[in-house]
């Protein structure tokens, strides 16, 4: 399974932690989408910065 995430939310306020996850994970403009891989470690990036982005699911 893959997941498109998407920058919904400037990250310019936040923690510098959450602005490093976003940087993490490819995002770097707003409704900018990045396809990753289903992973634990993915997910809990996602999770830190759930209030920032927007997570669909897509299947294989």
């Not at 932690?17 to 976003?22: D, I, R, S």
């Not at 990753?36 to 982005?53: A, E, N, Y």
């Amino acid at each position: 399974m893959k997941l498109h995430v998407t920058l919904v939310k400037s990250p310019i306020s936040s923690k510098p932690n959450h602005v490093k996850v976003v940087e993490a994970l490819g995002l770097h403009k707003m409704h900018q989408t990045k396809v990753h891989q289903d992973t634990p470690s993915i997910r809990g990036m996602i999770f830190r910065v759930k209030h920032l982005v927007r997570v669909e699911e897509i299947a294989d």
